[in-house]
């Protein structure tokens, strides 16, 4: 039903911003609920943020809310995930998520509840 691909990513400096987007093929966004997760090296993949599909309701993990903005451009087809005064600790690889599904917003921060994936994008905070 969509088919998503991740961009944006690249090295960054401590401090420094990206702006990550993710291009969906398919029906248009309205229709899903679409998320952003991250998997630092050699830990599990985490919830980041997430959209939701009829309302455009956003959710954030605590502590990223605040430096990190999701968004999407329906007529373009593409999620963004803004990032600002980011961290080593913020690198990780980043995927992006969708669901048909209309998600409550305590089911948003499950992987296991979306079942379209991108590729992964790989960002790396360094100085």
């Known amino acids: 039903q969509v088919q998503l691909l991740e961009s944006g990513g690249g090295l960054v400096q401590p401090g420094g911003s990206l702006r990550l987007s993710c291009s969906a093929s398919g029906r248009n966004l309205y229709g899903y609920t679409m998320a952003w997760f991250r998997q630092p090296p050699g830990k599990d993949r985490a919830f980041v943020a997430a959209?939701?599909?009829?309302?455009?309701?956003?959710s954030y993990v605590n502590s990223l809310k605040g430096r990190f903005t999701i968004s999407r451009d329906s007529a373009k087809k593409t999620l963004y995930l803004q990032m600002n005064s980011l961290n080593p600790e913020d690198t990780a690889v980043y995927y992006c998520?969708?669901?048909?599904?209309?998600?409550?917003?305590?089911?948003?921060?499950?992987?296991?509840?979306?079942?379209?994936w991108g590729q992964g994008t790989q960002v790396t905070v360094s100085s």
């Open positions: 998520a969708a669901t048909s599904r209309g998600l409550i917003t305590s089911s948003l921060a499950g992987d296991g509840e979306y079942d379209t």
């Open positions: 959209i939701k599909r009829a309302s455009g309701g956003t």
